[in-house]
């Protein structure tokens, strides 16, 4: 997997897309550390014809606790 920083991804945007097409994912850089993935919907875990953001329905289940709402109200609370 290429690795790419930031500004050079910026630069070399239309020829990495099209190497993440063919299948050549990229691993853009910022600060020399990893930031992001360009990848093809084949290779990525949430696909065009999948569903989507449902795909991650649950992922964040025990978040708020037991009680969510309790946990929301008390958020807003915090505000004046």
Same mark, same amino acid.
């Given at each position: #997997?290429? &690795?790419?920083?930031?500004?050079?991804? =910026?630069?070399?945007?239309?020829?990495?897309? %099209?190497?993440?097409?063919q @299948? =050549?994912?990229?691993?853009?850089? &910022? =600060?020399? &550390?990893?930031?992001? *993935?360009?990848?093809?919907?084949?290779?990525?875990?949430? $696909?065009? $014809?999948?569903?989507?953001?449902?795909?991650?329905? @649950?992922? @964040?289940?025990?978040?708020?606790?037991? $009680?969510?709402? *309790?946990? *929301?109200?008390? #958020? =807003?609370d %915090?505000?004046?």
């Amino acid at each position: #997997m290429e &690795k790419v920083g930031s500004e050079a991804a =910026r630069r070399r945007l239309p020829a990495l897309l %099209e190497q993440a097409h063919q @299948g =050549r994912a990229s691993v853009i850089m &910022k =600060r020399g &550390k990893p930031y992001a *993935v360009l990848a093809s919907l084949e290779q990525c875990c949430i $696909t065009a $014809t999948g569903a989507g953001l449902l795909a991650l329905r @649950g992922s @964040g289940q025990g978040l708020w606790g037991k $009680t969510p709402s *309790v946990a *929301v109200a008390a #958020m =807003r609370d %915090e505000w004046p």
